[in-house]
């Protein structure tokens, strides 16, 4: 370079390390995990085991597991902070323990819901490994009746025809909802919004008598399967409304735009740009009504009743669901019931990931070839 002074010489090439790859437009490493970062974690954890051991067992003579667990994180939450600031400046201290927090957090909730399916499954393996089980009812069955005999299948049955016609009517009234508070707005939307979030936290119970009374009472409706579905409807619309007007709302304001320029109508928008690149958003909202439906047992037992025989007719007569039969096999106080219970449990969560995973399957996101 002519230009540049002998004295000024040229700045020495950039040498690529593992946080600074070389290039200009390379991306800065913010998340990187040092030999220091693990035997701190290593080091605390081992220190405060020893320490809550000799503390909480030999001194102490306490024996509670809960209680020990909580010192053992409380105290290596302490030595974890104070082995950092020994090295580390004070936002790196906190930042660490922010982070230690937050792993903690979704280690416990997901070891509840691990543990809470296998306990399930291992409870109840002794009902559901016979084949029985699946296809027989629970007529003539005691609580005493050996588990070579009987089933749950009119539960199952009743649990299918109850939530499909739940789905029926509460999914396009929800979605129908969402539409009309995110597209179309006004007081109007703003009341229904209102009266969406105050449904949500209506209790199952409430929506059982306001069927009882409305249909069963007041228009003569009997105590049947179609009297329970439009219970557990109530409670699976303003689930979907909610879920899926936030669903909405992220769709890109440029999308609609577009298509009003390209002259099509605010419905044609909706129903060709909104919902189709909201679709698997919707379909996690009617995965949420869903979950909230499946697993009520008030509202069925209000507004349907328990039954021991299998009853495909929703019109008429009692109809079983899973989550009535879970009830009154627990009750029962019997093992051998007790048994049947849990393995009712099991299957009612196979059904609710089936049904996942079949949804997330339809609405999953298709790319066309080129």
Known sequence: ????????????????TPDRPVGPDAPRQIITTTVDDRLSVYSAAAGSLALVWLSYREVLGLNGKLGFIVCWFLTDMALYAGISALGNPRPVVLDRLASMWVRAGARVVGLALVSTVLYTLVKGFDAYSHINFFTKTA???????????????????????????????????????????????????????NV????????????GLFI????????????????????????????????????????????????????ASQWQVVRRVVLPTARSGLATALILGIARAVGETAPVLITS?????????????????????????????QPLYIAR???????LLVLVLLLFVVTRFLARERVGRR
């Open 1 to 16: 370079d002519l230009d540049r002074p002998a004295h000024n010489p040229p700045p020495p090439p950039v040498r690529p």
């Open 341 to 347: 219970g849990f393995g009712a449990a099991a299957l």
């Open 139 to 193: 007529a003539g069955i005691g609580p005493r009746t050996p588990l070579a005999q009987g089933g749950v299948l009119h539960a199952m049955v009743g649990t299918c025809i109850e939530v499909g016609i739940a789905t029926v009517i509460s999914l396009p009234l929800g979605i129908g909802a969402a539409i009309y508070m995110t597209e179309v707005g006004g007081k109007g939307a703003r009341l229904v919004r």
């Open 212 to 263: 009882y009374v409305v249909l069963i009472l007041a228009l003569g409706v009997p105590r049947s399967g179609f009297a329970a579905a439009t219970a557990l409807a109530i409670m699976m619309t303003p689930i979907i409304a909610r879920s899926a007007e936030l669903q909405l709302r992220i769709v890109p304001g440029g999308l609609r735009e577009a298509g009003l320029a390209l002259g």
């Open 196 to 207: 969406v979030e105050a449904m949500t936290a209506l209790p199952d119970v409430l929506a």
């Open 305 to 333: 009743g328990a039954t021991t025989f299998l009853n495909t007719n929703p019109l008429e007569n009692p109809m079983n669901s899973l989550p009535l039969y879970i009830l009154f096999a627990v009750r029962s106080g």
